[in-house]
């Protein structure tokens, strides 16, 4: 099964003269761990945003999970982003006004996929997720603000994760960390994604982490509007 399908996708931010993407193809199938490489500018974020169904291709179509993506409407997307992806952001985006367990079970609130499959049990999964990610029991009760960077970074993984999507993101979510702290983190977040049968999208521009994922991809020959732009 595949879980991402790119085909003939062109992307252009409006008035822009040039493609900033033009990827012929691209698949990823269920339960793989890409890293996807690429330096600033090369449009690992576009791909991101295309890829989340907050921006639209120019040309061509995405499907994820067997579903026409690029062809639902804007509050489809979003429903369909709600119930089956997850997403690790660079800068975390945690809510500092929740707890650590209400920002970890914030996707639930938005998709009732996600609360029938976890049914009664959410608080249990959501703290065998921060568990399992190393977070230590007394920082559920500290405020976000009062946590470190890589205790964050756990509560994000940890929201991410909740329910069990079938696809995670991750942009840059290591790059505040030094590499053996990145190492140690990909790691679990690895086994959790094994263990739920979940396909890793990972972004970076480290390239000395990516031997740890089934495969790697460059965007910049992947994009062959990268080649135009030299």
Same mark, same amino acid.
């Given at each position: 099964m595949k879980t991402i399908e790119l085909s003939r996708l062109t992307f252009r931010w409006p008035n822009q003269q040039r493609d900033l993407l033009n990827i012929p193809s691209l698949i990823i199938k269920k339960g793989e761990k890409v890293f996807l490489k690429g330096p600033s500018g090369s449009g690992k974020s576009s791909l991101l945003s295309l890829l989340a169904g907050i921006s639209q291709p120019t040309t061509g179509y995405i499907t994820l999970l067997q579903q026409p993506f690029s062809q639902l409407k804007s509050r489809q997307r979003d429903q369909f982003r709600a119930d089956n992806i997850g997403y690790i952001f660079q800068m975390f985006n945690l809510l500092p006004y929740l707890s650590v367990i209400d920002n970890v079970l914030l996707p639930c609130r938005f998709s009732k996929q996600r609360r029938q499959q976890l049914g009664k049990e959410m608080h249990v999964e959501?703290? $065998?997720?921060?568990?399992?990610?190393? !977070?230590? =029991? /007394? #920082?559920?009760?500290?405020? @976000? +603000?009062? *946590?470190?960077?890589?205790?964050?970074?756990?509560?994000?993984?940890?929201?991410?994760?909740?329910?069990?999507?079938?696809?995670?993101?991750?942009?840059?979510?290591?790059?505040?960390?030094?590499?053996?702290? $990145?190492?140690?983190?990909?790691?679990? !977040?690895? =086994? /959790? #994604?094994?263990?739920?049968? @979940? +396909?890793? *999208?990972?972004?970076?521009?480290?390239?000395?982490?990516?031997?740890?994922?089934?495969?790697?991809?460059?965007?910049?020959?992947?994009?062959?509007?990268?080649?135009?732009?030299?």
């Open positions: 959501a703290h $065998r997720l921060l568990s399992q990610l190393q !977070l230590p =029991e /007394e #920082c559920l009760t500290r405020p @976000i +603000t009062e *946590l470190s960077i890589g205790q964050q970074q756990r509560v994000a993984a940890a929201r991410a994760l909740i329910g069990s999507p079938q696809l995670l993101i991750a942009d840059e979510p290591t790059s505040a960390l030094d590499h053996d702290n $990145r190492e140690a983190f990909i790691q679990l !977040l690895m =086994e /959790e #994604c094994e263990r739920a049968d @979940i +396909t890793l *999208l990972f972004v970076s521009h480290d390239e000395t982490l990516e031997s740890l994922f089934d495969r790697s991809i460059s965007l910049n020959s992947l994009n062959l509007a990268a080649g135009e732009r030299k």
